[in-house]
């Protein structure tokens, strides 16, 4: 057995030694120990880890921009002569490109001082030279809004099913769903304004939730995988689009050209800063598909079953929640959403189908929905991070001669890095964060280190670990076996004394005799 020291002081003052009335003084709040658990909050933060994140993705993104530079590689075959002009180069070509991609995806300053200049040399001052310089610098920001507002609402949709426990893929084929229907309806029905665009809108999600429907029949009545259910679907939509569009009934006289007729004008979304930016009210269907999300599985009894059967289907299923039942709604609820912004994405920015209509938005929404961890608030803004590496990319391409590829690079190296949070906390040294006990029961196996306990009246009992190990043992066999199986070691009797018990006796059970 190990030694027990104490080091409490006999004759210790009114309220300091063991059970004082007053008990132990409260301990003292510093700044230290308030900056520690302030620290350790963002450390364990999910903020961190995505800040963190776009940071490794941009530095590996510079690697890639330095490696591509024309100027960069010839200034190396000079380096140890003139090693400043190699690190010039390096810094040129990191902010050029990344200044070209902040500038086509936010505000154009160069734009903007372009426009102002020429207004003032044709005579213009005041106002008529701010509103001109103001659109063209903020054209940036009106194309990332534009590319956006589908890719939030198409997020959105996938946002349910992947909270429901279901990973679907079909995005694309809901989504086509919804541009061919919402399309038709646009171009072939002579509607009244207004009345024409609410049924070109409706037609859309009834499309992509009839899609997605599908799916989830074959999932509840037959058991079939979501998986590849919807990318077998996606293939269906995407060769039907391309059957449709060499039919008269989309394309009228010119079969050949894999186009169809432009939708009407009173089916279009109006758009919102005029004729000179492409900016619509697809917008403001952004809002509402956010806000739906939100309601549906947060505030309403279809989205708790949805999350009931997401987090556990048994569990569910006892609570009288059907899981069959809940796939269908969910993949046709999440295809309702997709087939909403194809709807929107004709209606507003394409105004015809064509064969290449649906582009990546549907396989970028499942990336904007993990990216946003299925939330409203982080769909929205990953939604805007993706459409912004889109707009300013092609700026960044024809600006600096950087490929278009490298920001599908720094995408997918943002998600694999917000995908493993404990490789982002090693990377910045807060590897304890996510396994905060390796470091002690590394200790604990080399036993350099004892446990340590303090009293309430402020000494030390030092225990061993083979002490903390028999402790441990005899609590575990008495929860099993009760108190009376608790593994006390048995008193020595006294060979002299024929009174002496040959086991130990209960002190509470003698005071009971």
């Known amino acids: 057995m190990s030694t027990v020291a104490d080091t409490t002081a006999a004759g210790s003052a009114p309220g300091v030694g063991s059970g004082g009335a007053d008990g ?126 589908p890719l939030i609402i198409a997020a959105a949709g996938m946002a349910v099913s992947f909270r429901a426990g279901l990973f679907n893929i079909g995005g694309t084929g809901q989504l086509i769903a919804g541009t061919m229907a919402a ?6 029905l002579p509607l009244p304004t207004g009345v024409h665009l609410l049924a070109a809108l409706i037609a859309g999600v009834v499309a992509g939730g009839v899609w997605g429907g599908i799916a989830g029949f074959l999932k509840a009545r037959f058991g079939a995988n979501e998986v590849i259910s919807t990318i077998m679907l996606n293939w269906i939509a995407t060769y039907l689009l391309f059957f449709s569009l060499k039919t008269e009934l989309f394309t009228g006289a010119s079969s050949g050209q894999p186009t169809s007729f432009a939708v009407r004008e009173t089916a279009l979304l109006p758009k919102l800063l005029g004729d000179g930016f492409r900016l619509h009210a697809g917008l403001l269907v952004v809002a509402i598909a956010v806000a739906l999300l939100w309601w549906l599985m947060s505030r309403s009894t279809l989205g708790f079953h949805f999350r009931a059967v997401g987090s556990n289907p048994r569990a569910a299923q006892v609570a009288g929640i059907s899981p069959t039942r809940t796939a269908f709604l969910v993949l046709a609820v999440a295809g309702a959403l997709v087939g909403l912004a194809g709807a929107v994405h004709v209606l507003g920015t394409e105004r015809r189908l064509t064969e290449g209509i649906a582009g990546n938005i549907g396989f970028d929404a499942i990336t904007v929905a993990l990216l946003g961890r299925s939330g409203p608030i982080g769909i929205v803004l990953a939604g805007l991070l993706f459409a912004g590496l889109s707009t300013g ?93 608790r593994a006390d070691p048995p008193g020595d009797p006294d060979p002299a004394d024929p009174c002496s018990p040959s086991d130990p006796v209960d002190p509470q059970q003698e005071e009971g005799r």
């Open 24 to 149: 132990p003084p409260p301990p003292e709040h510093t700044a230290e120990t308030s900056l520690a658990r302030t620290l350790q909050r963002i450390a364990r933060s999910d903020l961190l880890v995505v800040v963190m994140s776009f940071v490794f993705a941009f530095l590996i993104g510079s690697v890639l921009i330095v490696i591509a530079n024309e100027q960069v590689r010839q200034s190396l075959t000079y380096f140890f002569a003139r090693p400043g002009d190699t690190l010039t180069a390096i810094w040129e070509a990191v902010t050029g490109a990344y200044g070209a991609l902040l500038r086509g995806a936010l505000f154009d300053n160069r734009a903007f001082t372009r426009t102002a200049e020429s207004v003032r040399e044709a005579g213009g001052s005041g106002m008529y030279v701010l509103l001109p310089a103001l659109g063209a610098g903020l054209r940036p920001l009106t194309e990332t809004l534009t590319v956006a507002t």
């Open 183 to 188: 399309a038709f309806v646009g171009f072939a």
């Open 393 to 485: 990319g092609r700026l960044m391409e024809t600006s600096q001669g950087v490929p278009l590829d490298l920001v599908q690079v720094i995408q997918v190296l943002v998600v694999l890095f917000i995908a493993a949070p404990p490789l982002v906390r090693t990377l910045i040294g807060l590897r304890r964060v996510d396994n905060p006990q390796a470091g002690g029961r590394g200790r604990r196996r080399r036993g350099d280190e004892p446990a340590a306990a303090t009293n309430a009246a402020g000494g030390s009992v030092a225990i061993t670990s083979d002490e903390t190990d028999d402790t441990t043992a005899d609590d575990d066999t008495a929860r099993e076996h009760g108190p009376s199986h």
